[in-house]
């Protein structure tokens, strides 16, 4: 039996991955580097790693760690400014699996400041009992680091978890951490460059997730 869901945040729980491309974007602009050549680079790499290969090549003053905090902090004013909302379906959902006893945690490569901020600011700070953040882990997606972090504060095995995820890096980190993986295209910005073949169901739309769990025996 099921005894957490595991989310993804970025491109999962909200729309977010056009606000860290324009975020990326901006702050490209902002040293002086060349946006089309470089910010393609970014695409399923964890930030830090794209933003010391920027520093190292570019001979940056700044180090990766102070790049990846002021891109967050760029999308974090984003999203407020223009009143970021979950995903559709997304709070019944959790209503649903809250309902069931089942615990939602997130797994995001993305740093803990930004994840909690993106929760309140999407009014979804209350359903997740757990947090398992990129500044917390070693590596970062696909390395199943964060995870084998939310089954730990879960307390739960592989055998008794999902994932929800949008991207195949993320796909790759939750097959990796052992979990039965469902790939979300319901963002169809995201979704178009995504192939999730490793999911081993996907779905368009959150209010589909609940019932394929449990239809699945999950």
């Not at 939602?104 to 901020?117: L, P, Q, T």
């Not at 995201?190 to 739309?205: G, H, M, W, Y």
Request: aromatic share 6%.
């Amino acid at each position: 039996m099921i005894g957490a869901v595991i989310f993804d945040m970025d491109g999962v729980l909200a729309d977010t991955e056009p606000l860290h491309a324009r975020a990326r974007n901006q702050l490209l602009t902002e040293l002086g580097l060349d946006v089309e050549a470089i910010s393609p680079q970014a695409i399923g790499r964890g930030k830090r790693d794209f933003w010391s290969d920027v520093a190292r090549g570019y001979g940056l003053r700044a180090t990766a760690d102070e790049l990846t905090k002021r891109e967050f902090s760029l999308i974090i004013d984003l999203a407020q400014k223009e009143r970021l909302c979950a995903a559709d379906g997304l709070k019944d959902a959790l209503e649903a699996l809250r309902e069931k006893g089942v615990t939602a945690a997130v797994a995001s490569s993305s740093d803990r400041d930004y994840v909690e901020k993106i929760l309140e600011i999407t009014g979804l700070h209350g359903y997740f009992g757990v947090l398992a953040c990129g500044d917390e882990v070693a590596a970062a997606k696909p390395a199943p680091d964060v995870y084998r972090r939310a089954m730990e504060h879960c307390g739960v095995n592989a055998e008794n978890a999902a994932a929800v995820e949008d991207s195949d890096t993320g796909a790759r980190a939750a097959k990796a951490a052992g979990l039965f993986c469902v790939g979300f295209q319901g963002f169809s910005a995201a979704a178009s460059c995504q192939k999730l073949a490793l999911c081993d169901v996907t779905i368009e739309r959150i209010s589909e997730l609940v019932p394929v769990l449990f239809q699945i025996g999950r």
